[in-house]
C-alpha cells in the first residue's frame, strides 16, 4: 500500500533538521506527498524535555505527537496511509512502534539500527570498534564545532565538509541538547530488544561500510522478520547526509502517485 504521509525520526543526538538534503530531494520527486520530521524528546524542538530512559517511553511520546497531527485529518474524506523511516536509534523507536498490532503505519523503513536479542555483543556486534575513538572525543571536546568534527568519520564516508560541521553547531546553538539527555537516550538504545515479531511491512537498509553500527545488525533484524534488506555499498551510518539521492529514490518507490 502506498504512502500518502512519512513520518521521519533521526538517531541519536541528532533532530529534525538533520534530515538535510533528503527533504529536498524527496519532495521533487513527491512533491505531493507529505513529510513530517518529528524530533525525539530532549533533541530539537523538544530540547527543553528530558529524554526517557526506554525506547518504548520514547515512542509513546513521540506517538503522541503523531497523534495531534492525525487529528488535523480527521474531516478530510480521503484517510491517509501513513508510513514510517527511521535511522539508528529512530530505527529502535520503529521497531518498538511497529512490534504494536493495530500500529498506524503501512509501511516502515528502518536505516542502519540495531538491537539485543540478535546473538550480537554490544561492542563489535552493534558498535563497531571504529566508533569508540569519535564517541570518547565528543565526551571531552568542550566546543561543539569540535564535537561535529569528532562526529564527522563516524556516521560519513565523505571527506569533512565544513559547512555543514558550522550548520550543525548552528543548530545546537539553537536547540541546546544536555549531556544527561545523550547518555539517557544512549541507555535506552543498548537495552532495546528487538521485538518478537512486526506488525507493518518493513523494508530494512544497510551501509556496507557504516562505521558507528555493524550493518550485521541490519542483516539479522531482517533475517529474523523475513523482511526484505536494501545494501547501500559505500555510504556511512547516516545515508541521508552521504546519499540523499539514493535515500530519496527509494523512498519514492514506496509513496503515492
Not at 575513538?133 to 564516508?157: F, G, H, V, Y
Amino acid at each position: 500500500m502506498a504512502v500518502t504521509h512519512w513520518i521521519w525520526l533521526r538517531g541519536l543526538a541528532r533532530e529534525a533538521r538533520h534530515h538535510g538534503e533528503l527533504v529536498h530531494y524527496f519532495k521533487k520527486l513527491k512533491p505531493q506527498v507529505e513529510v513530517f520530521c518529528l524530533d525525539l524528546p530532549g533533541f530539537g524542538r523538544r530540547f527543553q524535555e528530558s529524554s526517557p530512559t526506554s525506547i518504548h517511553e520514547i515512542r509513546v511520546k513521540v506517538a503522541n505527537e503523531m497523534a495531534n497531527i492525525e487529528t488535523k485529518y480527521e474531516s478530510e474524506s480521503a484517510i491517509p496511509k501513513w508510513g514510517i523511516m527511521a535511522m539508528s536509534l529512530g530505527g529502535m523507536v520503529t521497531l518498538d512502534w511497529i512490534s504494536v498490532l493495530g500500529n498506524p503505519f503501512v509501511q516502515a523503513v528502518v536505516v542502519n539500527s540495531s538491537a539485543l536479542g540478535l546473538g550480537l555483543p554490544v561492542f563489535g556486534g552493534r558498535l563497531r570498534y571504529t566508533s569508540l575513538p569519535p564517541l570518547i572525543k565528543t565526551s571531552i571536546s568542550l566546543k561543539q564545532l569540535d564535537k561535529e568534527r569528532a562526529i564527522w568519520p563516524m556516521i560519513s564516508n565523505r571527506p569533512l565538509h565544513e559547512d555543514t560541521i558550522k550548520k550543525w553547531a548552528q543548530y545546537f546553538r539553537e536547540y541546546p541538547y544536555t549531556t544527561p539527555n545523550v547518555v539517557k537516550q544512549l541507555s535506552a538504545g543498548i537495552k532495546f530488544k528487538a521485538p518478537s515479531a512486526l506488525y507493518t511491512p518493513t523494508l530494512f537498509i544497510s551501509s556496507t561500510e557504516d562505521q558507528m553500527v555493524s550493518s550485521q545488525c541490519t542483516h539479522e533484524l531482517a533475517k529474523k522478520y523475513g523482511m526484505p534488506e536494501l545494501i547501500h555499498p559505500w555510504a556511512g551510518h547516516d545515508v541521508a547526509l552521504d546519499d540523499p539521492e539514493w535515500l530519496a529514490h527509494e523512498l519514492a518507490k514506496l509513496s503515492a502517485q
